[in-house]
């Protein structure tokens, strides 16, 4: 069983799957979003490569949403993510979130510096998106237990924070959560640069 629980705001609705840190879409509607969570089966699996194997999704529950949810981007824990992670699904977990972040390390390194831009000539280029990741990852670093100062290097962040979760420091959010909102996040723009690349 793939576990999915759906997070409702009155614009967008995201379907999230717990065990599988990243793997979260949204769209209009219920049943919309988890076709959406579907369609990007292969899209993940092309991530985590072998170590993605889902089993047939089902809806554990759902919470509701806020602006934030509304605005485009999973914004709230839920009960499930109060289950404790032992050590083995803890290592998993974090050896996913490293697949993502040397994904998107390639994706970036492989795109061109500008990037097409949206239907309204908006968006952010390369080295925007970049940099936005990176200091949203150092916001969410608290979330985790860790304290990153700015300025500090991208891999030292990312060591600092894979560090917090193995000590199980206690953080503003439950660790399942702040796994798979970081991981969906850094997934999310490695996609984006991938679709506006030229």
């Given at each position: 069983m793939t576990r999915v629980y759906l997070e409702c705001g009155q614009k967008w609705t995201?379907?999230?799957a717990l065990d599988w840190p990243g793997?979260?879409?949204?769209a209009k509607g219920d049943e919309a979003a988890v076709e959406e969570l579907l369609m990007y089966a292969d899209r993940y699996a092309a991530v985590l490569g072998e170590g993605f194997a889902p089993a047939e999704?089902?809806?554990?529950?759902?919470?509701?949403g806020n602006a934030t949810t509304d605005f485009g981007a999973p914004a709230v824990p839920?009960?499930?993510d109060l289950e404790t992670l032992d050590d083995s699904e803890l290592e998993r977990q974090l050896g996913q979130l490293a697949q993502i972040w040397s994904y998107l390390d390639t994706v970036v390194a492989n795109?061109?510096?500008s990037l097409r831009k949206g239907p309204r000539g908006g968006g952010r280029d390369r080295?925007?998106?970049r940099r936005h990741v990176i200091e949203a990852e150092r916001?969410?670093?608290p979330k985790a237990g860790a304290r990153v100062p700015p300025r500090t290097p991208w891999e030292k962040q990312r060591a600092m924070i894979t560090e917090a979760f193995g000590r199980r420091e206690d953080g503003q959010w439950p660790a399942r959560y702040v796994l798979?909102?970081?991981a969906w996040h850094v997934l999310d723009h490695a996609w984006e640069i991938e679709d506006r690349s030229d």
């Open positions: 995201f379907a999230c793997w979260c879409r949204r999704p089902t809806i554990v529950g759902r919470v509701t839920t009960e499930w795109a061109p510096t080295d925007d998106v916001s969410y670093a798979r909102r970081m």
